[in-house]
């Protein structure tokens, strides 16, 4: 920067304010002024992103730092390493968590399966947190043994929502003595400061605009709240304990960590001072994300610690502004879905929507999802039969299906590349399914070729993708357990036969009768040439009952 001495002179004063420091140098009586960041933590005191060098992966993805999309570039060559905000474990996971969590699932099931990429995924689990120590209070339990078993709980639902699990989960209390020494460095590095009271504060002045590099901070003024902070836009790295409460020792007191800093010892503990993409929820960008970054790049004096930042957006109960949440309590928990609803059908529900969009929860939106895998779950069951030669078909129009499939596949990976594009992905599987379902067109009589092998490459695709997706077509618990589908078709048989049995007793020979009375005096039968349709209706009845279906007198079904 070249400018005349007053000028500069104020420059340099508003210059300080932000935290950068200034170098002077005098050239042919003009004063040459040059930034510098205040303490070091880097060359450049920009917000701006850096693109990374290394491996690009062709997918395009939308960075929270840029707020659009941006070329994935990873360091290394189809190796991601990625870094995921687990849950605070001190109540049962819900659908805000499965919704997150699932999704973000999909997308390295995508990133590994579709574009080969290793992805080297650290989980957090917040297992000492303000809320922990308070409902452990609440429940007169230890805090401890009130974390490990919602821990417990969490891993048991993602498991039952078929979310792969990370390379590790990582405990913040396994984590303590790194946490407390990436706080001392963090101090040593000049971006720390501690207090009479016993608590460590991040010092924002001290990184300039760099603070707000995520999120646009005009109005945010930081919390009020702890008198000992500098400014209200810091925020704590160690807290002081008070009496009785969980605390381990530091060069500060006893205490413990803050929130964000588990994050940034944890990550760099495992990927060191670079990160390729971490993710959250959305309520996650500020602060948490902010105040990671900012830590981290304090700590590690680098220019760009996380290259890309991934959030989804929340899930709410249809009409609600708010998002589903534990402090608000308007929740859904997982097992509690789980008890009417598929790990498929939640996964086709989160397909449906781009991850980053919010997410109605809703009879209708669930209806949709259910609706959407019985379509793929026929059409793969057609086709299925077609090819065992069960389904008689007229001959189909086989080079238009190939071209079909051909067009499908390319469109499916383009979709992907695309910021994960799940709902032009199943709009693209669904117009696939349509095509084939207009050639499986039953008929009685059949002259011509049949194009077996063609159903088989869609059938076998159709899986695959969504088998890609975590949607597992050969579930034998799935099929069996998603028989809202079996349960209309039984019941529709079981209606078919009653009506049928109906149909064969209506016509009756003469019953003889008591020539005193009048009244007949043997039971009624069928016309002869309709009792072979009573017997197969019994017959029927007796074979589905080992199969667990029991008609009892004309229509009752019980499974
Ligand atoms: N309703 C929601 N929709 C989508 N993601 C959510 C939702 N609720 C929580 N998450 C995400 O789940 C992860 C874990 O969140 P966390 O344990 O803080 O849950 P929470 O229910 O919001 O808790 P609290 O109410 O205590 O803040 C975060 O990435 C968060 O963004
Ligand atoms: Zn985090």
Request: hydrophobic share 35%; proline share 4%; aromatic share 8%.
């Amino acid at each position: 920067i070249k400018m005349r001495l007053p000028l500069a002179l104020i420059a340099n004063v508003r210059l300080l304010n932000s935290g950068l420091r200034i170098r002077h140098s005098i050239h042919n009586g003009v004063i040459k002024t040059s930034l510098l960041s205040s303490h070091n933590i880097c060359s450049r005191a920009e917000r701006k992103w850096i693109k990374p060098a290394g491996f690009d992966t062709g997918v395009k993805t939308y960075n929270s730092l840029t707020k659009q999309k941006e070329p994935l570039v990873l360091a290394q060559e189809r190796i991601a390493t990625w870094y995921s905000c687990g849950p605070t474990v001190y109540d049962h996971a819900h659908l805000g968590h499965a919704c997150s969590y699932v999704r973000f699932d999909i997308l390295q099931r995508i990133l590994s399966r579709i574009f080969e990429i290793n992805v080297i995924h650290v989980m957090v689990i917040t297992d000492i947190d303000d809320k922990i120590i308070q409902r452990s209070l609440e429940q007169n339990i230890s805090p401890t043994v009130l974390a490990r078993m919602h821990e417990e709980e969490f891993k048991r639902d993602m498991q039952a929502l078929r979310v792969l699990p990370p390379a590790v989960y990582m405990r913040v209390t396994d984590n303590i003595p790194q946490i407390v020494a990436f706080i001392k460095r963090i101090i040593g590095n000049g971006h720390a400061y501690v207090t009479s009271q016993g608590n460590v504060y991040f010092d924002t002045q001290s990184i300039g605009n760099r603070y707000g590099k995520l999120v646009n901070l005009g109005g945010i003024v930081g919390e009020l709240g702890a008198q000992d902070k500098r400014d209200p836009r810091d925020f704590a790295l160690w807290k002081a304990s008070k009496p009785h409460e969980p605390h381990w020792e530091s060069p500060w007191g006893q205490g413990r960590p803050g929130w964000h800093i588990e994050c940034s010892t944890i990550a760099s503990s495992v990927f060191g001072s670079q990160l390729d993409i971490h993710s959250g929820g959305i309520d996650l960008a500020f602060p948490h994300h902010e105040n990671e970054i900012a830590q981290s790049e304090a700590y590690h004096q680098c220019e760009q610690w996380g290259n890309y930042f991934l959030h989804s957006g929340h899930l709410h109960l249809k009409g609600s502004v708010e998002k589903m949440s534990k402090s608000l309590k308007n929740y859904v928990t997982i097992k509690d879905f789980l008890k009417s609803f598929t790990a498929n059908e939640f996964r086709l529900f989160c397909l449906l929507t781009r991850y980053r969009s919010a997410i109605d929860y809703s009879d209708a939106s669930m209806n949709e999802a259910q609706s959407t895998l019985s379509t793929i779950s026929a059409f793969c069951h057609n086709a299925q039969a077609y090819m065992q030669g069960h389904l008689q078909c007229q001959p189909t129009e086989e080079g238009i299906l190939w071209e079909r499939l051909s067009a499908t596949q390319s469109s499916v990976r383009k979709a992907l590349a695309d910021d994960f594009d799940t709902p032009k992905t199943v709009d693209a599987i669904m117009s696939l399914i349509h095509h084939g379902n207009c050639q499986l067109q039953p008929a009685t009589k059949v002259d011509g070729p049949r194009s077996p092998a063609v159903f088989g490459a869609m059938l076998s695709y159709v899986r695959e993708i969504m088998g890609v997706f975590g949607v597992d077509l050969l579930d034998r618990k799935e099929v069996h357990d998603s028989s809202g589908v079996l349960n209309n078709v039984v019941e529709e048989l079981v209606h078919f036969r009653s009506k049928v049995r109906k149909f064969a007793l209506s016509v009756e020979d003469q019953a003889p009768q008591d020539p005193h009375t009048g009244s007949e005096i043997q039971k009624r039968h069928p016309q002869p040439d309709r009792v072979p349709l009573l017997k197969d209706c019994d017959s029927l009845r007796n074979n589905l009952a080992p199969l667990g279906v029991h008609i009892k007198g004309g229509s009752k079904v019980r499974r």
